[in-house]
Each structure stands twice: as structure tokens, then as C-alpha cells.
């Protein structure tokens, strides 16, 4: 069983940061792709980032590339998605989640939520413009 336990959001005025973190734990066996969604009222969940733990290679949608940054602390099986230069329509509930996929479906099935098994209790970001 796998466990992911996500915090650091908040409320944040437009072209401001913040660092959202999910700690893995339980059963889990490197590698696997851990990736970012969020979801807005009214919206389907969307895939925004992902990282493929084996080598450390990072995916990204359009919308959040050169703004959002995912890395990872593999002693501490801690995952980080930094934001930067938020803006309004980045307001979502944000969730991590993982799966085990190869790296290269990594990079394609990040962006669909029903591909990973494992998610996070998802921390809300809000920013105003």
C-alpha cells in the first residue's frame, strides 16, 4: 500500500511562489512516475507536471512550463513542485499522485488522472490577482 500525504498550499497574490510537497510511503519501489494535477470547481482534473523517479526527467503542460518546477529528495522520498509566477487561473485543488509507468509513458500519461492507481488528499492553492 502506498501512502502520499501532500502540503504547503496556500493563498498567494499573482506573480507570487509557493512549494507544494507529497511524501511517499508504504510500499513503493523506485521507479515510478509521481505527477501533479489540479482541479478547479468546475473543471476536470488536469495534469500540469510529472517525474519519472528513475532518472529524475521532468514532464510539463504548456500551461505551467517555465513557471512550475518538479523535483524530487529521493533519501526522503519527498516530491516538490515549486510554482512560480502564479496566476489567477493556477487557483485549483492541486493532488499528487503515482503510479508505475516507464519513463516514456511518463511523459505521455501524466496529463490523464485515471492512469494513476495512488493520490495524495490533494492542498489547495489560491491566488488573486
Known amino acids: 500500500q502506498v501512502q502520499l500525504v501532500e502540503s504547503g498550499g496556500g493563498s498567494v497574490q499573482a506573480g507570487g511562489s509557493l512549494r507544494l510537497s507529497c511524501t511517499a510511503s508504504?510500499?513503493?519501489?523506485?521507479?515510478?512516475?509521481m505527477g501533479w494535477f489540479r482541479q478547479a470547481p468546475g473543471k476536470e482534473r488536469e495534469g500540469v507536471a510529472a517525474i519519472f523517479t528513475g532518472a529524475g526527467i521532468t514532464y510539463y503542460a504548456d500551461s505551467v512550463k517555465g513557471r512550475f518546477t518538479a523535483s524530487q529528495d529521493s533519501a526522503k522520498n519527498t516530491f516538490y513542485l515549486q510554482m512560480s509566477s502564479l496566476k489567477p487561473e493556477d487557483t485549483a485543488m492541486y493532488y499528487c499522485?503515482?503510479?508505475?509507468?516507464?519513463?516514456?509513458?511518463?511523459?505521455?500519461?501524466?496529463?490523464?488522472?485515471?492512469?494513476?492507481?495512488?493520490w495524495g488528499q490533494g492542498t489547495q492553492v489560491t491566488v488573486s490577482s
Open positions: 508504504g510500499t513503493i519501489y523506485s521507479p515510478y512516475c
Open positions: 499522485a503515482a503510479d508505475y509507468f516507464t519513463g516514456t509513458y511518463c511523459d505521455v500519461g501524466f496529463r490523464v488522472s485515471r492512469n494513476f492507481g495512488y
